[in-house]
């Protein structure tokens, strides 16, 4: 298993997230790996369509490299 990642906070954003896990009763670490999950799949997700679109654009071009 990889080492614990380090998230260098400033205090006013460390406090929020404490605060909020406070609030919904949770750990500011799940808090934050939700948000990481989510950030990540919104990404993804990004990434995903811009390369189909460029997949689409260059259809011609991408099947006469792989001649």
Do not use: K, N, S
């Amino acid at each position: 298993m990889p080492p614990p990642l380090a998230l260098p906070l400033d205090p006013g954003l460390h406090q929020a997230l404490a605060d909020l896990a406070d609030a919904v009763g949770r750990t500011p670490e799940d808090i934050a790996l939700d948000a990481v999950r989510t950030c990540l799949r919104e990404e993804e997700a990004r990434v995903r369509v811009a390369a189909e679109r460029l997949a689409g654009a260059h259809a011609d071009l991408l099947r006469r490299l792989g001649e």
